[in-house]
């Protein structure tokens, strides 16, 4: 069984930066792709970034591509999601999500929540005016 832990978020105000963390723990030897999704007040999951297990390939949603970044350190089993000039609009609780992939699968991102089977409890962003 999978856990994910994430951390870091926190009030802030627009324009500020904030890094989240998700340690992977309880799997090895699997190779496996992350995802970072969110859900905004009175709204579903949507997807905001992912990453290959490979390490090789990113994506992202529209509305945060140029301000976020996620990339992830192997030797930790944990994945990142570096956002800068945050919005009043990112305030959401984020989730990571974790997806064992194949030698075929390696280079995919994943995007859609039921790609994905492990999930963390989430971290709450809050950005203020």
């Known amino acids: 069984q999978v856990q994910l832990d994430e951390s870091g978020g926190e009030l802030v105000q627009a324009g500020d930066s904030l890094r989240l963390s998700c340690a992977a723990s309880g799997r090895s030897g699997s190779p496996y792709a992350f995802g970072w999704f969110r859900r905004a007040p009175g709204k579903g999951r949507d997807f905001v970034a992912g990453i290959s297990s490979d390490g090789g390939n990113t994506d992202y949603a529209g509305y945060v591509k140029d301000r976020f970044t996620v990339s992830r350190d192997n030797a930790k089993n944990t994945v990142y999601l570096q956002m800068n000039n945050l919005k009043p609009e990112d305030t959401a609780l984020y989730y990571c999500?974790?997806?064992?992939?194949?030698?075929?699968?390696?280079?995919?991102?994943?995007?859609?929540?039921?790609?994905?089977?492990?999930w963390g409890q989430g971290t709450q962003v809050t950005v203020s005016s």
């Open positions: 999500a974790l997806r064992v992939t194949t030698l075929w699968s390696r280079s995919r991102v994943f995007r859609g929540t039921m790609e994905y089977r492990d």
